[in-house]
């Protein structure tokens, strides 16, 4: 029988017990509190008698010994298990326990899902929630005891690992683009690699067995970020205008940097800022710095400014041409910008007899050709640009008369004529002072 402290109630030996009956012999202090006999020892027998009462052979009494135990207590303590890859230990260290200093077995339930429980034949081995009920044994002092059930987890281990080591980049590329080695990941993989050196970011690490070990964060890396090599996105591009049109803006762009458009008269000359306004060919370019971060860029385009055409051209106006004078003093206009002799017309005149062809050539930023005809008196033109001899463009007509178109010729032939004239008058008065004379 097993007793706590240093008293013990016979009413554990029989409940309907009449204590009134009994006499305690040795183990226990005489005198009975109710049914509770105090100063017991865990180890000495309880020894009482016990009044059966009379018989026919006189008073009957019963002599009982009672071997008494002290009463053990067990308890599992809260253990703090990490997975391993072996089976858990528990021992008597990992209970509470007063009394018996018997063995202590211990017996497992898993923890299923749904909240139910799964016995175990063994120890467990895997991360998960578990229950243990320990059982200790007797002695000869103390009684056997067992536990109420310890519910417990057996903790993910942190996995060992090697953080991932020479990592490289091009500038503008992305944590995306780098390949990690198994197992590790990008914290956030749209993250640029920024600027062109060493730069350090975050990876995460998740073992095979994700069973049993934690998913490592926060994992310092460092990545090498090396220049970038530039391109274009958008080849250069440029359309031509007509002079007088507003210019054409080129086109372009670059993995990296801004461009900057420059002009030049010439593929190989100096470029500027300065967008060219007179008709021809001219070259655009198209650059982009270099920095650390990328290459420089650099290429060239040629387009044409085309000339102005007179034709149908309301804003060009060329004024009637009436006399030599006007034009002498020709102003010809684009709008409101007078027009440079030389520069954007050249002016060429030829007569033919009395009428005069003005041819207005147009150049430079101008192109198209004008003719003005006139009337001028029958006389040598002044300032006329034809070359011709006068005995090539001297031709009559069928009754003997010169056509127009050379003075000069025309001039020589009223001379003749005046001179056959006197001639005539001269012979004609000689022959009449002869009639006289006779």
Same mark, same amino acid.
Request: aromatic share 8%; with cysteine.
């Given at each position: 029988?097993?007793?706590?402290?240093?008293?013990? $109630?016979?009413?554990?030996?029989?409940?309907?017990?009449? &204590?009134?009956?009994?006499?305690?012999?040795?183990?226990?202090?005489?005198?009975?509190?109710?049914?509770?006999?105090?100063?017991?020892?865990?180890?000495?027998?309880?020894? !009482?008698?016990?009044?059966?009462?009379?018989?026919?052979?006189?008073?009957?009494?019963?002599?009982?010994?009672?071997?008494?135990?002290?009463?053990?207590?067990?308890?599992?303590?809260? =253990?703090?298990?990490? !997975?391993?890859?072996?089976?858990?230990?528990?021992?008597?260290?990992?209970?509470?326990?007063?009394?018996? /200093?018997?063995?202590?077995?211990?017996?497992?339930?898993?923890?299923?899902?749904?909240?139910?429980?799964?016995?175990?034949?063994?120890? =467990?081995?895997?991360?998960?929630?578990?229950? &243990?009920?320990?059982?200790?044994?007797?002695?000869?002092? +103390?009684?056997?005891?067992?536990?109420?059930?310890?519910?417990?987890?057996?903790?993910? *281990? #942190?996995?060992?690992?090697? =953080?991932?080591?020479?990592? @490289?980049?091009? +500038?503008?590329?992305?944590?995306?683009?780098?390949?990690?080695?198994?197992?590790? *990941?990008?914290?956030?993989? @749209?993250?640029?690699?920024?600027?062109?050196?060493?730069?350090?970011?975050?990876?995460?690490? %998740?073992?095979?067995?994700?069973?049993?070990?934690?998913?490592? =964060?926060?994992?310092?890396?460092?990545?090498?970020?090396?220049?970038?090599?530039?391109?274009?996105?958008?080849?250069?591009?440029? #359309?031509?205008?007509?002079?007088?049109?507003?210019?054409?803006?080129?086109?372009?762009?670059?993995?990296?940097?801004?461009?900057?458009?420059?002009?030049?008269?010439?593929?190989?000359?100096?470029? %500027?800022?300065?967008?060219?306004?007179?008709?021809?060919?001219? !070259?655009?370019?198209?650059?982009?710095?270099?920095?650390?971060?990328?290459?420089?860029?650099?290429?060239?385009?040629?387009?044409?400014?085309?000339?102005?055409?007179?034709?149908?051209?309301?804003?060009?106006?060329?004024? /009637?041409?009436?006399?030599?004078?006007?034009?002498?003093?020709?102003?010809?206009? $684009?709008?409101?910008?007078?027009?440079?002799?030389?520069? $954007?017309?050249?002016?060429?005149?030829?007569?033919?007899?009395?009428?005069?062809?003005?041819?207005?050539?147009?150049?430079?930023?101008?192109?198209?050709?004008?003719?003005?005809?006139?009337?001028?008196?029958?006389?040598?033109?002044?300032?006329?640009?034809?070359?011709?001899?006068?005995?090539?463009?001297?031709?009559?007509?069928?009754?003997?008369?010169?056509?127009?178109?050379?003075?000069?010729?025309?001039?020589?032939?009223?001379?003749?004529?005046?001179?056959?004239?006197?001639?005539?008058?001269?012979?004609?008065?000689?022959?009449?002072?002869?009639?006289?004379?006779?």
């Amino acid at each position: 029988m097993t007793f706590t402290g240093s008293t013990f $109630d016979l009413k554990e030996l029989d409940k309907g017990m009449d &204590v009134s009956k009994v006499t305690i012999i040795s183990g226990g202090d005489p005198a009975l509190s109710g049914s509770t006999v105090t100063g017991v020892v865990a180890g000495t027998p309880l020894v !009482y008698e016990y009044d059966c009462g009379k018989s026919t052979a006189g008073n009957e009494t019963l002599t009982v010994t009672v071997n008494l135990k002290e009463k053990s207590t067990i308890a599992v303590n809260d =253990p703090h298990l990490t !997975y391993t890859g072996k089976p858990i230990t528990l021992t008597r260290d990992n209970c509470a326990i007063y009394g018996s /200093d018997g063995e202590v077995k211990f017996t497992y339930d898993k923890k299923n899902g749904d909240g139910s429980w799964t016995n175990l034949g063994s120890a =467990p081995v895997n991360a998960g929630t578990y229950r &243990v009920k320990a059982a200790l044994e007797e002695n000869a002092l +103390y009684s056997d005891a067992e536990s109420d059930y310890k519910e417990f987890t057996i903790e993910k *281990a #942190t996995p060992v690992y090697t =953080p991932p080591t020479n990592l @490289t980049a091009a +500038y503008g590329q992305f944590l995306k683009n780098i390949t990690l080695p198994e197992g590790f *990941a990008w914290a956030d993989d @749209t993250q640029s690699v920024g600027s062109a050196g060493t730069n350090t970011f975050k990876v995460a690490y %998740t073992p095979k067995d994700t069973e049993n070990y934690v998913t490592v =964060p926060d994992i310092d890396v460092t990545v090498t970020v090396v220049q970038a090599a530039n391109g274009w996105t958008e080849s250069l591009a440029m #359309t031509g205008w007509t002079y007088g049109e507003k210019a054409v803006s080129p086109t372009a762009k670059a993995k990296f940097g801004n461009v900057i458009f420059t002009y030049s008269d010439s593929e190989d000359g100096t470029y %500027t800022d300065t967008v060219p306004t007179d008709a021809g060919t001219w !070259y655009v370019k198209a650059a982009v710095s270099g920095t650390d971060n990328y290459t420089g860029l650099e290429t060239t385009l040629a387009f044409t400014i085309a000339p102005k055409s007179i034709d149908n051209n309301s804003q060009i106006v060329v004024p /009637d041409l009436k006399s030599d004078k006007d034009v002498e003093n020709l102003v010809i206009k $684009d709008g409101d910008k007078e027009l440079k002799k030389g520069t $954007d017309y050249d002016v060429s005149k030829k007569q033919d007899g009395s009428k005069v062809t003005v041819t207005i050539t147009f150049k430079g930023n101008y192109k198209g050709t004008v003719t003005r005809t006139y009337t001028v008196e029958n006389k040598k033109p002044s300032g006329s640009t034809d070359t011709k001899k006068a005995s090539n463009s001297t031709k009559n007509d069928k009754n003997g008369a010169v056509q127009t178109g050379d003075t000069t010729t025309t001039g020589l032939w009223a001379m003749i004529m005046s001179l056959s004239a006197g001639t005539v008058a001269l012979l004609k008065s000689r022959k009449r002072k002869e009639e006289t004379e006779e």
